[in-house]
């Protein structure tokens, strides 16, 4: 078990216990203490290694905590709090990150995008709780899912955390021997993932749980990546 000290990441679970429904959030802080400890092991068996200095998989509970936090604040700001609820107060996570690799990048310590790779379990993948992914799993037996990928400044065209997080999902799938992954995407956002290479759109819907816009879904081999790809985001020439 990973015991946290009288720190940053406790002094935020105190404060949840001083909300309105204290019970009930106390219950779920001690939960999610215990969460905390899967989550990381499930980590630190991953296979990782990074061009980037500023890009890293989470190791510590602080981390955790703060990838969390910008997950609520970016979902709160899209609208998005239906379809990816907080479990706690200011903190978004839900039980798959127990089988996901997660990824940040930061600046002056501070978290400033963030993306998690889903690994195949007993779970299968958060879409199939909605979809059915067989004709996917048939081709890609080894696949993951990319999701909460977040960037805290929104800029026009590719901003470097999106170029980071994008190179990192390809370096967990490389290293850790996994053919695609699939994700789902708002369907105007295509045009972007498909000068990466490898992308296929594999189902188009016209919305996605409480979501009243057009999506795809898609899955991404990394074997077939385009040169722009390798130069822009690996650092390949």
Same mark, same amino acid.
């Given at each position: 078990?990973v015991?946290?000290?009288?720190?940053? #990441?406790?002094?935020?679970?105190?404060?949840v216990?001083?909300?309105?429904d204290?019970?009930?959030?106390?219950?779920?802080?001690?939960?999610?203490?215990?969460?905390?400890?899967?989550?990381?092991?499930?980590?630190k068996?991953?296979?990782?290694?990074?061009?980037?200095?500023?890009?890293?998989?989470?190791?510590?509970?602080?981390?955790?905590?703060?990838?969390?936090?910008?997950?609520?604040?970016?979902?709160?700001?899209?609208?998005?709090?239906?379809?990816?609820?907080?479990?706690?107060?200011?903190?978004?996570?839900?039980?798959?990150?127990?089988?996901?690799?997660?990824?940040?990048t930061?600046?002056? /310590?501070?978290?400033?995008?963030?993306?998690?790779?889903i690994?195949?379990s007993?779970?299968?993948?958060?879409?199939?709780?909605?979809?059915?992914?067989?004709?996917?799993?048939? /081709?890609?037996?080894?696949?993951?899912?990319?999701?909460?990928?977040?960037?805290?400044?929104?800029?026009?065209?590719?901003?470097?955390?999106?170029?980071?997080?994008?190179?990192?999902?390809?370096?967990? /799938?490389?290293?850790?021997?996994l053919?695609?992954? #699939?994700?789902?995407?708002?369907?105007?956002?295509?045009?972007?993932?498909k000068?990466?290479?490898?992308?296929?759109?594999?189902?188009?819907?016209?919305?996605?749980?409480?979501l009243?816009?057009?999506?795809?879904?898609?899955s991404?081999?990394?074997?077939?990546?385009?040169?722009?790809?390798?130069k822009?985001?690996?650092?390949?020439?």
């Amino acid at each position: 078990m990973v015991y946290i000290n009288k720190n940053e #990441t406790v002094q935020r679970l105190e404060a949840v216990y001083k909300q309105q429904d204290s019970f009930r959030n106390f219950n779920k802080a001690f939960i999610f203490e215990k969460f905390i400890d899967i989550v990381l092991s499930f980590n630190k068996k991953v296979n990782f290694e990074s061009n980037y200095e500023n890009l890293k998989l989470v190791k510590t509970a602080e981390e955790l905590v703060k990838v969390y936090e910008l997950r609520s604040e970016i979902y709160g700001n899209l609208g998005y709090q239906n379809e990816f609820p907080d479990y706690l107060p200011n903190m978004n996570f839900d039980f798959y990150d127990e089988s996901s690799a997660i990824i940040y990048t930061e600046d002056n /310590k501070e978290v400033t995008s963030t993306c998690r790779l889903i690994f195949d379990s007993k779970r299968k993948l958060p879409i199939e709780e909605k979809l059915n992914l067989s004709d996917i799993r048939e /081709k890609f037996p080894k696949i993951a899912e990319i999701s909460r990928l977040m960037v805290k400044k929104e800029n026009k065209g590719l901003s470097l955390d999106f170029k980071y997080l994008m190179a990192g999902m390809y370096y967990l /799938k490389t290293q850790n021997e996994l053919e695609a992954s #699939t994700s789902v995407f708002l369907q105007e956002h295509f045009k972007l993932y498909k000068k990466l290479g490898g992308f296929t759109i594999e189902r188009e819907l016209e919305s996605y749980g409480h979501l009243d816009k057009p999506f795809v879904i898609s899955s991404w081999n990394p074997a077939n990546v385009s040169r722009f790809f390798k130069k822009a985001f690996l650092k390949v020439s």
